[in-house]
């Protein structure tokens, strides 16, 4: 049994299967998500979170798609393992290693996302210049101390920068502004602008959010270009 259960995970058909399977499921999601309303709300939410409140009608290509890409992080976890046992005594280590480094890329780029849906937070607030907003690990609390907006003669806004400070009990503990493609950022949570108003008073949309995979994603898309680019430098001086 577990010489059966070894083979399937080392299997090359294993992961060819898995990959129709899952392009499949993906395929049949295309046209379930336009149809239905409750995915509106996907983004606003951790998956895991959000997977909890739907009905299984709804989402069973997502479980289902959940469950494959398990199998294959196992899959390519024994396959890979199987890859460097087999080929350690090889001359060429980098050509060995470069599709195994691959490989962990895409692992850590799965962790990132396992990490996201099941930790995450994301939350949205109207605030105006004064607002106080309790942070969604209750011991601190951000205050909006001011909303500078440069609008132009005909009404558009040129540039914009959110003044805050974060105050824990009675004690202000850091200030910091939000400007354009510069988010704050405190204890893991990004407090970013996602529109603003200038007239007839001055007010912003807030997003605060935490993705603890963030930085599992970035080494993950590090990895997975770096054995792309060592791969193909190697198969390009061979054929020389």
């Known amino acids: ?12 058909r294993t992961t060819i299967w898995l990959l129709w399977f899952l392009m499949a499921l993906l395929f049949a999601g295309a046209f379930i998500m336009p149809a ?14 959000w997977l909890k409140v739907q009905p299984i009608s709804v989402t069973w290509w997502l479980w ?13 976890i024994f396959c890979s393992i199987e890859s460097i046992i087999k080929k350690r005594k090889a001359t060429q280590w980098l ?33 105006r210049e004064g607002t106080f907003l309790k942070m969604p690990n209750d011991s601190i609390t951000l205050n909006v101390r001011a909303i500078n907006i440069d609008v132009d003669q005909y009404g ?36 970013n602008v996602k529109d603003l108003q200038a007239f007839p008073e001055k007010a912003v949309l807030l997003q605060v959010s ?4 963030a930085l599992w994603a970035l080494i993950g898309g590090i990895l997975f ?16």
């Open 156 to 191: 558009y806004i040129n540039d914009w920068e959110v003044d805050v400070e974060y105050i824990s009990g009675q004690n202000k503990i850091l200030k910091d502004r939000i400007k354009p493609n510069a988010p704050s950022l405190k204890e893991g949570f990004n407090i």
């Open 36 to 49: 239905r309303e409750e995915f509106q709300a996907i983004q606003s939410m951790p998956l895991f979170e």
């Open 1 to 12: 049994m577990f010489r059966h259960i070894t083979q399937f995970f080392l299997s090359i």
């Open 64 to 76: 289902c798609s959940i469950i494959i890409l398990a199998i294959l992080t196992i899959n390519t």
């Open 210 to 213: 935490r993705e603890p995979g």
């Open 225 to 240: 270009m770096t054995g792309i680019i060592i791969l193909i430098v190697l198969k390009m001086r061979m054929e020389r």
């Open 95 to 127: 050509l060995l290693i470069s599709p195994q480094i691959i490989h962990i890329g895409f692992l850590f780029i799965l962790l990132a996302h396992l990490l996201s849906s099941t930790g995450g937070f994301k939350g949205i607030a109207v605030a």
